[in-house]
């Protein structure tokens, strides 16, 4: 974990605390708690993204954002909301003098919040999000460190991109992993097909695959289970494949 007093200032030192984290929630969580830092007057922060035609709060810090975050995605409304959808950012000085997104300004009074600033995470992307702060004071943001929080925004959109492309490259490791443990079943299914149809390889490999798909089955299995019938035991299932360490 990054340590107390990490301040991601500038490229160098946002670098820093990415190598002192072990883990993208801690990564992301450490840039909450610096955002607070660059805003005294907060006493919550929240990062949430748009994931799967929903919201979600990835990480917070302190003691309000994750609360208040929730009321607006059950609203579909608020500041929150407004930075992540339009890539503008949201400050909003007062909320009792707030008349925007419903009952939402209400709801944040009776939870003791006056004030709130909401920056967005890659806008219009599949990334995107907001990174939101919360104080119980009005007007607690017109000194903070604006500059600074637009860059902590900027470098959890960052994160959050690199880990979307870590996990789908992962995906496709597995898949490709997981086609190579079990070409041999398939193409000892592929020949039975051609003996007993008559057809090439193309033709027999089209049969089994249109089977798989009407019978809701992965093609691995049904040709597992071709073989079993015909030859009265299952196919030697050969061991994962691991990658020598390089």
């Known amino acids: 974990m990054a340590s107390a007093n990490s301040e991601p200032s500038d490229a160098a030192s946002v670098v820093d605390l990415l190598l002192d984290t072990e883990t993208l929630d801690d990564f992301l969580h450490a840039l909450a708690e610096a955002a607070m830092r660059r805003a005294p007057g907060a006493d919550g922060c929240g990062i949430t993204i748009h994931r799967a035609g929903g919201f979600i709060t990835v ?7 994750a609360h208040l975050d929730e009321k607006q995605y059950g609203l579909d409304t608020g500041p929150c909301l407004q930075a992540l959808r339009t890539g503008k950012e949201v400050h909003v000085l007062d909320m009792m003098e707030e008349q925007r997104w419903g009952s939402y300004p209400a709801h944040a009074l009776a939870a003791g919040t006056r004030s709130s600033l909401s920056f967005p995470i890659a806008a219009r992307t599949d990334t995107a999000g907001a990174l939101n702060l919360y104080a119980p004071l009005p007007h607690a943001f017109d000194t903070a460190d ?35 443990r079990y070409r041999g079943v398939i193409d000892q299914a592929v020949g039975i097909i051609m003996a007993q149809q008559r057809c090439p390889s193309p033709e027999a490999f089209a049969i089994l695959r249109a089977a798989s798909q009407n019978r809701n089955v992965k093609l691995r299995d049904l040709c597992a289970d071709l073989i079993t019938r015909l030859t009265g035991q299952p196919p030697h299932t050969p061991p994962a494949f691991n990658p020598p360490d390089l």
């Open 59 to 65: 990480t917070s810090a302190g003691t309000s954002a």
């Open 146 to 180: 604006h500059p600074a929080l637009r860059a902590l925004a900027s470098e959890a959109a960052g994160a959050i991109a690199l880990a979307q492309r870590m996990a789908q490259s992962r995906q496709f490791t597995q898949d490709v992993q997981q086609a190579l």
